[in-house]
C-alpha cells in the first residue's frame, strides 16, 4: 500500500513540474477572488482543467486565496515539495 502511494506522490510531482504556466494561468485568469481551495478546485473541473492540474490544487494548503499571486505563489510551493 505504501509504495503505491509514494509512487503515485513521485508521479504527481512529476506532472507538476511538466504543467504548462499558460495553462495555470489560463485556468486562474477565470477564478472569482476571494477563492478557498474548494473553490479553486471546483473552478478548474469546471474550466477542463487537465489532471496534473487538479493534482497540485489538492495539494494546496486550505485557506483562501486572494489573486492570482496568491495561487502561482502555492503552485510553487507544491512544485518544490
Do not use: C
Not at 476571494?34 to 485557506?63: M, R, T, V
Request: hydrophobic content about 30%; aromatic content about 4%; charged content about 25%.
Amino acid at each position: 500500500m505504501k509504495e503505491s502511494a509514494t509512487g503515485g506522490m513521485s508521479k504527481v510531482a512529476g506532472s507538476l513540474q511538466e504543467l504548462d504556466p499558460r495553462i495555470i494561468e489560463q485556468i486562474t485568469s477565470k477564478i472569482n477572488f476571494p477563492a478557498s481551495k474548494d473553490n479553486l478546485i471546483s473552478q478548474a473541473k469546471e474550466s477542463g482543467a487537465p489532471q496534473g492540474l487538479l493534482d497540485a490544487l489538492n495539494q494546496f494548503e486550505d485557506k483562501q486565496y486572494n489573486s492570482q499571486e496568491d495561487i502561482k505563489s502555492e503552485f510553487q510551493k507544491v512544485q518544490q515539495k
